[in-house]
DNA sequence: TCTCTTATCGAGAGTGAGTCGCAATTGGGT
DNA sequence: ACCCAATTGCGACTCACTCTCGATAAGAGA
């Protein structure tokens, strides 16, 4: 992956291997905050900067990829662990949804406007059971 | 519509009746600075922060209703005329998803998990046909 | 291993979209 | 007309980024 970097032009600097360290050790999506605070206790002088930079060029690299959970900050997860959502807007509590929810949405989309659906990026907000 | 306001304790106020007035004559979502623009050219001294709580004001009353297109400032429009989007994240191009698309979401996500959707809040992003 | 180019970094200022605290104003029930 | 809580204008503040800039350091080539 380093070299996939690298590949491209790219340098395997330390800041990105910890970020990718950590990346791969959090079995969750991680808010930048809490992302920075994995990256500083083992490099103090890892800029906040440093981390969304870094972020942004692992996503362009397609090895990561963020989430929108409702209004809150993004989330990062490994690109291969991305996967769609369901939010409840009142009490925050989270599914996690296989895309196989999506699978009539997805068609309707392609077939009326042509548009292909990326569940996983946004949630989808509503009620959960106890809150409805 | 103001005698709702104050039947719950509020005050039917000149920046609260211009501003019900523009969100009625915008037949489309508005931006929080576009609402404010039309405002502000009735009623110049109106404040921005007076939008923000006005428009929250009028949304818990139920009248009116906020859209997250992406990664954009949050559009305003009236309840009645709320609806789901389909946006393509590369040239923003927008659908209006009528309800009966998320049928079959809205039907798996209350069995699985009990949850209720609604779609409307944030909208769905994707690739369309041109981007794809 | 040394050099050199330039990608990347740390630091800090800047931006967009709201949110908050406060004193002054004003709607509207009486 | 009176009164007082709801509302307002204003500015300061927060949060989540984003940008600029001079310094540093990867890593390709010698």
Redesign the pocket.
Known sequence: M?SL??A?????????RI?LEVLFDSHDHR???ELAAAVQSR?P??????????L??LEELGVIA?T?LG?????YQLATSAHAHLLCERCGRRYEAPAELFAGLARAARQRYGFTIDPRHFAILGRCAECA
Do not use: M, W
């Open positions: 380093l970097l690298r491209r032009g790219g340098r395997a600097t330390a800041s990105r970020l808010s930048v905050e490099a002088d890892v800029h906040l900067s440093t981390i969304y930079r870094n942004e060029e963020h929108h209004h809150g900050p993004a989330t």
